[in-house]
T-cell receptor, first 114, second 116 residues
């Protein structure tokens, strides 16, 4: 079963606007990660937030984590057409995850229109 | 891309035939993973390896086997391909040394498999 549920499933915005994607998960985690996938390509790691962190920034990306609500959000500021892609959250559950397995959500499809 | 290649990149095969997909890494990472990606399901873990000849099952392992005889290669075999195994298959390696706190996975470009 999928650990993560992402919301919305699809998001369409204009260039320059901010995009916010949300992820909820079910179990305790070591960390939560966000990945981007351009159409027909592999996944690219964007950012990782540890379970003891609440917010993290990387360039135009801002990730928040609320472990009490088991939820995370990814904010992309000042979006560009090149940000058009699918975005996935993935968690590293604990305990009992000896293999460091990632559990993925189903993704949010972001379309940024010029 | 963390030095990960997958071969073949595209394959069309018929039901009942065996298929082997190869993942190759150049950076000597201990952990390697095979996922499949299907519409509506995101990525699901098939098998993973934590060293040469050390493998374990993931969420959707039925109908698949894996082997790792060298650190750099992780093979995924569909013993008798079925149409339900039509999918995009991704290999990944894991970096990090602090027991999962900051481990990150890096993905290969994927193999698109069609089973007719």
């Amino acid at each position: 079963s999928q650990q993560g549920e992402e919301d919305p499933q699809a998001l369409s915005i204009q260039e320059g606007e901010n995009a916010t994607m949300n992820c909820s998960y079910k179990t305790s985690i070591n960390n939560l990660q966000w990945y981007r996938q351009n159409s027909g390509r592999g996944l690219v790691h964007l950012i990782l937030i540890r379970s003891n962190e609440r917010e993290k920034h990387s360039g135009r990306l801002r990730v928040t984590l609320d472990t009490s609500k088991k939820s995370s959000s990814l904010l992309i500021t000042a979006s560009r057409a090149a940000d058009t892609a699918s975005y996935f959250c993935a968690t590293v559950p604990r305990p009992g995850n000896q293999g460091g397995k990632l559990i993925f959500g189903q993704g949010t499809e972001l379309s940024v229109k010029p | 891309d963390a030095g990960i290649t997958q071969s073949p990149r595209h394959k069309v095969t018929e039901t009942g035939t065996p298929v082997t997909l190869r993942c190759h890494q150049t950076e000597n990472h201990r952990y390697m993973y095979w996922y499949r990606q299907d519409p509506g399901h995101g990525l699901r873990l098939i098998h993973y390896s934590y060293g040469v000849k050390d493998t374990d099952k993931g969420e959707v392992s039925d109908g698949y086997s894996v082997s790792r005889s060298k650190t750099e290669d992780f093979l995924l075999t569909l013993e008798s391909a079925t149409s339900s195994q039509t999918s995009v298959y991704f290999c990944a390696i894991r970096t990090g040394t602090d027991a999962g706190l900051t481990d990150t996975q890096y993905f290969g470009p994927g193999t698109r498999l069609t089973v007719l």
